[in-house]
């Protein structure tokens, strides 16, 4: 083990190529993979960003205002739109980003790294993780990119971190990454949010290592620019906003997590049901209280209770009721055909009302309440979820340290629509769809040559399913012996970071886990679990890598 850590290292240039070499052996691979698409099925997920990149590329920016328009964060269709004006296949064009987004995780690790060979081995492991080309990415929707951006933000605090005592003109350019990596994961997904623990507690924990060095000079500047990530991100997620009250009137990223309808939503999941009822967050008897007391309300009753179309769209058969993870997109639709989304701001107007007549009601206790008033669409954390969360959780880690769900195609989905349709969707994005059939089955078919790269691909996710569950716990074990014979401050610095890294993907997996158990109970999906797979193999790598003290980076 000394004398791997100790060989003589590769030149520059040979970094490089092999860098180029590995990006592009992923570009390649992206040829044999197609998108899946599904016209009409998948309204308020990939339809929906699809339609609004269409839109932003005609100058129009999302388009004309429905229900859907700001239902969610909206960096994805940005993101298409620019391949498309850049000529850039779709699915080749997501794994440049993820081998640009490895590449600056590996640079911000140098000072720890400092072998070239070290960082072009960790760069390999990262590019090539079995997630990054699973078949979840080949959906045209915004998972596809999350984890890559949030990777970006991660590389940006860890860069800066491990050069807190250079001077500060030479460390600005991480704080960037890092404030753009958070503002663009924030855009992406709802749940973006995920990421302000590790940049806080990364914050505060660098400020007490600046002030307490002695040697190190201005200090003020130092922490000052610590301000910065917080500064972008604000910046440009106001910029976002103030695109949308230009077309639509409203100040907001989303008229769905921010504002009256997260008010209204909060409203009514305060209002006290008489029988918990798992996975039912405003169950029928509870929306039955609230017709009868409040007037907003009252109008919805027929489209919530007696439209078959809603209630076949978002019902759950099994229990009778509304899934709390497709409550919130039945009553919007169901304003929606009440005409209270003709524009952002009678919309904005109607959800305020409901939520004052509600909060009102439940204040004056002609509604029964569980608490104060409350906003956001999440559903209410009950002690019964404890235990259910608890198991989901262990086995999604396990799930992602094992790759499950990972493999690089699908095997008996087909992309579904006419052929002019998929043209469309084929033409717009560079890539093509899996259409072809199987001859008499509906199978996808796939040429021998794409097999034998889906075997390749395939072989690769099993080797890392049985490497990383084991080089996980050798890193865990290295990592709290570390702890004992630490001696420098930026020693303890990369142990910080490498335990955020290591907290992050398990506060991930639990926030997942939570709304799997309490919203949807969809079974455990690998899109929503993407980010956690390159967090557990970073603290794998850089655990073991620093965990055998040979030849300390710090001297």
């Known amino acids: 083990m000394k004398q791997l850590f100790s060989k003589k290292d590769i030149s520059p240039v040979w970094f490089w190529l092999g860098v180029a070499a590995l990006t592009g052996a992923k570009f390649v691979l992206s040829f044999f993979q197609r998108t899946y698409v599904w016209v009409g099925g998948a309204p308020i997920d990939d339809e929906l960003m699809f339609r609004a990149a269409e839109y932003i590329t005609a100058g129009q920016w999302l388009g004309p205002y429905d229900w859907l328009t700001l239902s969610k964060h909206m960096f994805f269709p940005l993101w298409l739109a620019l391949l498309h004006w850049l000529h850039l296949p779709y699915l080749g064009a997501n794994q440049l980003l993820w081998a640009g987004a490895c590449l600056a995780l590996v640079q911000a690790f140098a000072p720890v790294l400092q072998k070239r060979w070290a960082r072009l081995t960790a760069f390999g492991v990262m590019v090539f993780l079995p997630s990054a080309m699973a078949s979840f990415t080949l959906r045209v929707y915004r998972d596809s990119i999350f984890p890559a951006l949030c990777l970006l933000f991660f590389a940006g605090v860890a860069g800066y971190a491990l050069r807190y005592r250079k001077p500060v003109k030479n460390s600005l350019g991480w704080q960037l990454l890092a404030g753009v990596g958070l503002a663009a994961s924030w855009l992406c997904r709802e749940d973006g949010y995920w990421l302000v623990p590790f940049l806080g507690a990364g914050t505060l924990i660098l400020v007490w290592f600046i002030l307490r060095e002695k040697e190190l000079n201005r200090k003020p500047l130092r922490c000052l620019t610590l301000l910065i990530p917080f500064g972008v991100t604000a910046g440009v997620l106001g910029g976002f906003a103030g695109i949308n009250l230009a077309y639509y009137g409203v100040f907001t990223i989303s008229d769905f997590s921010y504002g009256s309808f997260a008010q209204a939503m909060g409203a009514m999941n305060r209002v006290e049901e008489e029988e918990f009822v798992p996975l039912v967050s405003v169950p029928y008897e509870v929306r039955q209280k609230i017709y009868d007391t409040t007037d907003a309300m009252d109008c919805l009753e027929y489209w919530l209770e007696e439209d078959p179309s809603i209630r076949n769209s978002y019902m759950n ?92 195609y699908y095997e008996e989905l087909r992309s579904i629509g006419t052929a002019e349709e998929l043209a469309v969707w084929e033409d717009y994005l560079g890539s093509p769809a899996n259409a ?119 001297r």
């Open 317 to 408: 058969p099994e229990s009778g009721d509304y899934r709390a993870g497709g409550f919130y997109w039945a009553v919007r639709l169901a304003a929606q055909n009440e005409g209270k989304y003709e524009s952002a701001l009678t919309a904005r107007e109607y959800w305020q009302q409901v939520a004052d007549e509600i909060n009102a009601a439940c204040d004056s206790g002609a509604l029964p309440s569980e608490g104060g008033k409350r906003s956001g669409t999440a559903p209410s954390v009950r002690s019964e979820y404890v235990l259910p969360v608890i198991r989901e959780a262990g086995y999604s880690l396990w799930f992602c340290a094992t790759f499950r769900g990972c493999e690089p």
């Open 436 to 554: 072809a059939a199987q001859e008499g089955s509906d199978l996808p078919y796939y040429s021998p040559l794409q097999k034998l790269a889906y075997l390749g691909l395939n072989l690769v996710r099993m080797v890392y399913a049985v490497l990383l569950p084991l080089a996980l716990v050798l890193a865990v074990f290295l990592q709290i012996r570390k702890v004992f014979r630490i001696k420098e401050s930026r020693e303890w610095v990369v142990w910080w970071i490498l335990t955020g890294l290591l907290g992050m993907a398990l506060l991930r997996v639990f926030l997942i886990a939570f709304m799997e158990v309490a919203a949807f109970q969809i079974g455990t999906y690998v899109m929503y679990l993407a980010t956690v797979h390159p967090l557990l193999a970073l603290y794998a790598f850089m655990g073991i890598y620093t965990g055998w003290e040979v030849r300390p980076w710090q």
